[in-house]
């Protein structure tokens, strides 16, 4: 049984803007590691303690011990952005890689599970579950943002910016996976178990919304692509860098006698003064 | 951008590590650095928090910075005392306070001037070999008059002529400033009590040479060289300093040049050792309720917090009670990195900001093991118009060890010698 809903998508222009993308991409990332590279190398070298480093790591990048001493509500908030992005973003790069795979005939039959088969459910689910994490930390971040104005926020423009380009994304994936929801039966719409909230499963034909999910899906594909564009640019770039200078700083500490040495418990904050 | 510009950042780039020019865009800008700032208390301007500082230092690096903005990042790199509470509250972990000295050294070299204020006391570190602009044959002055004084139990050798197994390294403040060489003389007795044997160099102590690292001085490296060459050659093996600036001078800042910085030690984990052996004893009751003001530069830059409260704790009648910033969160007395001689204005509130802490706790005195933390405090103490009274913690420990040789019996036994 085939339980992906297929319906034309503008692959050769896709596939044209996200090769655009990914050169603009890498172009951005050399001029950075040159920038990068202008600077010195340490004077002091990192030795010993990788153990305890990479415990260190694991604690401050996969669980955000630090942001969650100092407000929990604040890490509940950007470990749900956190875990809903990286879930989508390992989705769609399972699908991007098995789709090649498929091509070459290299994919073991992974590709029509996922695609086809029960597999495809489960990427439903997976999927929903991590856009509403998604969606529901940045109305949180959005709503701490403009409404609840805490005190160290600085609301510069350009964060405004990416919290909403995230929202976007957030929203039109929902709104596609909404419409393909429209078309499946009960039970297969039940793993969308969000987005079937805002839609009557099967309700609608498939020539019905064929155009509407063509234009949704290239709008969303598309906005994504402008994400990649905007990256090396924004704030997101945290994302990659926040989790190297942890690593780098938790080898180098312990020699420097800082802060994760030598014990890490008894120097745990109290709580942050701000919101 | 134009090219005296470009070669400009490059400049100041290539005196930054990769990892600080990383970090500089790993900010997330949370902006908790912000609100644990003391300084950002005092001045809320963008500029002066970590936040503030690594975007502007982000640009200025890659795209160069206008007129206005630059004069902004300056203000809040040189208003700042480098305490690293940022960096201890940063969900990054960014490096922020070494990154702040990093900057400063790098500007210079790109042709930036730091304060004049900051260049004068440099200079006159590197001309007299200390910030005083006193002459250096005075240095040892203060073991010679406290054992005229009759405050000691047995002269203090010189190195040259008695070297032992530690050096006392007392640095120019507990040398020069008459207020505070109490703290080397109580050291002394300390030591005496313990039965520790010592030396110091006397006129042959040169300064530390920290200031020059917390300024960004571009000498920094070469006389902090010439200072090991020196401990090497008079054999120095184990150093005690009681001053927290002359500890991250020396065990911090000389880490990277001299394996012999991790047998630097600071007074008080030097004490607490000889009270757990029993060699030193607390014996007279000291009634007070004190709280303790963790210097930046034992606590968060070193992680000395619990020999310094183990030995509080251990004097009978004394009462500890912490401030709600304590330990890693200590709010700094603003006389670190240089900027009281940038602005001391704000200083003067940092510190009164301190005192008001101290008494919403009902403690009676701040009691502290570092003599520029003491000034510092003093200031607040005026600032506030307080009652509180600040110790240094020698003063503690001498009045259970030895009451004769309290701050009070000191100067008066100074005055004395003066006068005759
Ligand atoms: S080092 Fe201290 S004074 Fe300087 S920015 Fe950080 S918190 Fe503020
Ligand atoms: S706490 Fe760290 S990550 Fe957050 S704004 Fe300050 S420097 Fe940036």
């Known amino acids: ?275 | 951008m134009a090219r005296r510009e470009e070669a400009q950042a490059d400049r100041i780039a290539g005196r930054l590590t990769r990892r600080q020019l990383i970090e500089l865009e790993a900010c997330t800008r949370c902006g908790e650095c912000q609100v644990w700032c003391p300084v950002f208390l005092q001045d809320k301007r963008e500029c002066i928090s970590a936040r503030g500082k690594l975007s502007l230092l982000q640009r200025l690096v890659n795209d160069g910075l206008p007129d206005t903005e630059l004069q902004d990042f300056l203000q809040g790199l040189y208003e700042c005392s480098a305490c690293g509470q940022c960096h201890v509250v940063c969900p990054v972990r960014i490096n922020t306070h070494e990154l702040w000295e990093q900057t400063r050294e790098s500007l210079v070299s790109a042709g930036i001037p730091r304060p004049e204020t900051q260049t004068k006391q440099l200079l006159t570190i590197k001309r007299a070999n200390n910030a005083f602009d006193k002459p250096q044959q005075d240095r040892g002055l203060w073991a010679k008059k406290a054992w005229e004084a009759g405050l000691l139990k047995a002269p203090v050798p010189l190195w040259r002529e008695q070297p032992s197994s530690v050096l006392y390294f007392a640095g120019c403040t507990a040398s020069f400033d008459p207020e505070m060489q109490s703290v080397a003389v109580q050291t002394a007795r300390l030591l005496q009590e313990a039965g520790v044997e010592f030396s110091i160099l006397g006129d042959e102590e040169p300064c530390c040479a920290g200031k020059l690292r917390r300024m960004g001085d571009l000498e920094f490296k070469a006389e902090a060289e010439k200072r090991i060459s020196l401990f090497a050659e008079k054999g120095i093996k184990e150093i005690v300093v009681s001053c927290a600036g002359c500890f991250k001078g020396l065990h911090s800042d000389y880490a990277a040049l001299w394996p012999g910085a991790k047998k630097v030690r600071h007074l008080t984990q030097f004490i607490d050792r000889l009270i757990q052996d029993g060699k030193l004893r607390l014996k007279h009751a000291v009634p007070l309720t004190v709280t303790y003001h963790d210097p930046c530069h034992l606590g968060r830059h070193n992680q000395i917090y619990d020999p310094p409260r183990r030995i509080l704790q251990a004097i009978p009648g004394l009462k500890l009670v912490e401030m709600p910033r304590h330990r890693a969160f200590s709010s700094c007395c603003g006389m670190g990195g240089g900027l009281k001689l940038v602005n001391p204005g704000i200083q003067h509130s940092m510190a009164g900001v301190r005192i008001r802490e101290a008494e919403s706790v009902g403690a009676t005195a701040v009691v502290t093991p570092c003599q520029t933390c003491y000034m510092g405090l003093q200031y607040g103490v005026e600032e506030t118009a307080s009652s509180m009274q600040v110790y240094h913690l020698n003063e503690m420990l001498i009045r259970s060890v030895c009451p004769e040789v309290s701050c009070g019996e000191i100067s008066a036994r100074f005055q004395h010698l003066q006068t005759t």
């Open chain 1, 1 to 275: 049984m085939q339980l992906m809903v297929d319906y034309p998508k503008p692959w050769l222009l896709f596939g044209v803007a996200t090769v655009i993308s990914l050169g603009y991409m890498g172009y951005a990332f050399i001029l950075k590691w040159r920038a990068w590279n202008r600077g010195a190398e340490e004077t002091r070298r990192a030795e010993g303690g990788r153990g305890r480093a990479t415990w260190i790591w694991l604690a401050e990048v996969l669980l955000q011990r630090q942001l969650f001493v100092l407000s929990p509500g604040r890490w509940l908030m950007h470990i749900l952005i956190f875990y809903g992005f990286a879930g989508l973003l390992f989705l769609s790069l399972l699908a991007s890689v098995l789709r090649p795979l498929a091509l070459l005939g290299l994919d073991r039959g992974l590709s029509s599970f996922f695609f086809q088969g029960e597999g495809h459910l489960f990427i439903k689910l997976w999927g929903d579950a991590f856009g509403l994490a998604l969606l529901a930390g940045l109305v949180a971040a959005l709503f701490r943002r403009l409404f609840f104005r805490s005190v160290q926020l600085d609301n510069s423009q350009a964060d405004v910016i990416l919290l909403v380009s995230l929202l976007w994304l957030a929203l039109t994936g929902f709104a596609l996976e909404a419409l393909r929801v429209a078309l499946v039966p009960v039970w297969q719409a039940r793993y969308s178990f969000f987005a079937q909230l805002f839609v009557s499963p099967g309700a609608y034909t498939y020539n019905q919304l064929q155009p509407w999910l063509t234009a949704l899906w290239s709008l969303h594909a598309f906005s994504v692509l402008g994400l990649m564009l905007y990256l090396p640019h924004s704030k997101l770039m945290h994302s990659l860098l926040a989790p190297v200078v942890i690593a780098m700083n938790a080898l180098g500490e312990q020699d420097r006698e800082d802060i994760y040495w030598p014990d890490v418990k008894k120097h745990r904050p109290t709580g942050s003064p701000g919101a």
